[in-house]
Each structure stands twice: as C-alpha cells, then as structure tokens.
C-alpha cells in the first residue's frame, strides 16, 4: 500500500520558519522524483518545489525562491521543506506527491499525501 505521509505543519509568526517532512512507503522511493505542492482555499493546487529522484536537481516556483529548500534522504525514504522567511500568503494546505517519469518540473503525480496544514500568522 502507498503512503505518503506528510508532518511538521502548524502556526508560525510571519518571518518566522518550519520544516515540512514526508515519509513514504509502499514504493521504491528512490526511484520516484518528489514534489511540494500547496493549495489555498478557493485556488488551484500549485507546485512549489520538486527534486529528482537522484536529488541532485530542484526547482522552485518564483513565489518561494530563496525562502524554502527541498531535500530529499533515499534511505530514509523522506523528502523535507525547509520554509524559512514565512509570510501571510504563505499558508496554505501542503502536500507532497511522487512522480516516477517524465520531466519533473510538472504538477503531475502518480502518489499524492494528504496534507498538512500550514498557517502564517501573528
């Protein structure tokens, strides 16, 4: 059974920073490029960030750039988002998802989590 199971969300002061975590099973993870989406309510899933399956590459959205890091552990099979510089327009649901092929600069995905609720506020 595939799991992707996302933690370390919550409230955070505005500058203020939080790692997102997510733990998978029940596919070869290594093989599998990982994504960071975020969705607010009322608007369109975005992606945010994603890195290979290798972790050599990443990529970010403009929004986040320089503010949020991805990384990724193979042995452990986790993928973290480090936030730092934390605004208002920053909260959001966040998820991560796993994609196996094609370029993984895209929002699709073949295993998604469930979501961790990320809140920016003073």
């Known amino acids: 059974q595939v799991q992707l199971v996302e933690s370390g969300g919550g409230l955070v002061q505005p500058g203020g920073s939080l790692t997102l975590s997510c733990t998978a099973s029940?596919?070869?993870?290594?093989?599998?490029?990982m994504k960071w989406f975020r969705q607010i309510p009322g608007q369109a899933r975005e992606l945010i960030a994603a890195i290979t399956a290798s972790g050599i590459n990443n990529k970010y959205a403009d929004s986040v750039t320089g503010r949020f890091t991805i990384s990724r552990d193979n042995a452990k099979n986790a993928v973290s988002l480090q936030m730092n510089s934390l605004k208002p327009e920053d909260t959001a649901v966040y998820y991560c998802?796993?994609?196996?092929?094609?370029?993984?600069?895209?929002?699709?995905?073949?295993?998604w989590g469930q979501g961790t609720q990320v809140t920016v506020s003073s």
């Open positions: 029940g596919f070869t993870f290594r093989n599998y490029a």
């Open positions: 998802a796993a994609q196996s092929s094609g370029y993984y600069w895209t929002s699709n995905s073949d295993y």
